[in-house]
DNA sequence: GCCATCGTGACAGTGACTGCCAACACGGCG
DNA sequence: CGCCGTGTTGGCAGTCACTGTCACGATGGC
């Protein structure tokens, strides 16, 4: 079992208590992360090397491939407890309404967390990079297709509706998402402020008038 | 001069004289694309060696990578033929007249040469073969970015609309046509025929609908 | 204090990809 | 017909991402 981190005891409920272990490894997990973003922004992404991120965290480079499975990866390190957040609103979604306002709404909370929180500054680094990292660009298409797989397959679970359908919204909805953080980035790049919800307004009333245009 | 194959050689018109050299060169490259794919869909993309790959063509490693940048994209060798049709179209796009429906001009008559035309099936088969090689997907997702990034910024100077606000549409479209190649590949995967035109119609007047259910 | 489990480091190996250089084929020019 | 600039190729050496394996040491439950 050698990359996917199960708790492997989770005893009872929730996020009680993560345990010592879990927590050292959370830690170490976290500074790889950011000793890799720090190296990424100043030297850039292919003048970076594994051993020298795991040498500056003091861990071999095999320790590294142990919690992130690419180079690019450990830019990448996600929000537990928003991924948990959204996992509840998921989960909470009726089947007789329609989907699409409803994926709205999380995505909408989802921005606004990220737009008020801690994380923003970060993911706002993440984001940067991308537009100049291809690679890193890249990693986070592959990351995005990966949520929008799980969450249209949940989703469709839920819905009943064909897993196809619901994909094709899931979609949809990732790219306006994704839209609006590219100009959250490029804005932050001219070092002007953007709102990030009211990039996503925008771009979702875009879309529905461009829809409304064509008939 | 390493990748980028720029007809060195272009006295005057279009595509009258590919020139010797020329020919040669897209023989080449047409013939390491389909010893690669053959392999990819025989073994598998990553029990397929580069070393095998031009071992079978009759050419050195070295010479791959001067055709291919990564092994992955030797699989998605475009048709220059349907790109030059698709420049010409987008060429010919109206500025004053509202942009979607003339993209999904384009975007039917695309599919509409793929599913008729004799490059359908070698498409259907890399479409076939990223349902179950991610790398694969990852890079033909990557070609997707450049090519909306392009057409984009093509467009944004023709209409004279905000680069942004172009790139969005284009994005949109662009998944929407993923879509129906995605269901395309996946039904022939059960031996079912799916037209594709219809795939995109559907998908089309499903996001239409979705939208419009909203409110 | 004992033992099963887990995390880690070292080592060796594979394979993608690159820079460099020398040999060579081509195709235009005198 | 022979010469030469340009483009194409192969070989070589090198870097680096990533993996399997094993042995050591720490952890935490009993």
Redesign the interface.
């Known amino acids: 079992m050698p990359e996917t981190a199960v708790p492997s005891v989770a005893p009872s409920a929730g996020p009680a208590e993560p345990g010592l272990r879990e927590r050292r490894r959370r830690q170490t997990e976290r500074e790889i992360s950011d000793v890799a973003l720090d190296l990424f922004e100043s030297r850039g992404l292919d003048h970076t090397t594994v051993d020298e991120i795991a040498g500056r965290v003091g861990v071999s480079p095999r320790t590294f491939f142990r919690y992130f499975a690419t180079k690019e990866s450990a830019a990448l390190l996600g929000n537990a407890d928003l991924e948990e957040r959204v996992g509840t609103m998921v989960e909470a979604t009726r089947p007789e309404q ?4 409803q994926l ?1 709404v999380i995505w909408r909370e989802v921005l606004r967390v990220i737009a008020e929180g801690e994380e923003g500054t970060r993911l706002l680094r993440v984001r940067r990079l991308m537009q100049h990292e ?1 690679s890193l ?2 990693a986070g ?2 990351l995005d ?1 990966e949520r929008v797989s799980a969450l249209a397959s949940r989703l469709a679970q839920i819905t009943g509706r064909p897993d ?2 619901v ?3 899931v ?2 909805g990732s ?2 998402v ?2 609006a953080l590219d ?1 959250w980035a490029t804005a932050a790049e001219r070092d002007e402020h953007l709102d990030l919800l009211a990039a996503y307004e925008a ?1 979702s009333t ?3 008038a ?2 409304a ?3």
Do not use: I, K, S, Y
């Open positions: 329609p989907l699409l306002p709205e291809p660009r890249l298409l592959q297709e196809d359908d994909r094709l919204v979609e949809l790219a306006v994704r839209h100009r771009a875009a879309v529905r461009e829809l245009a064509g008939r």
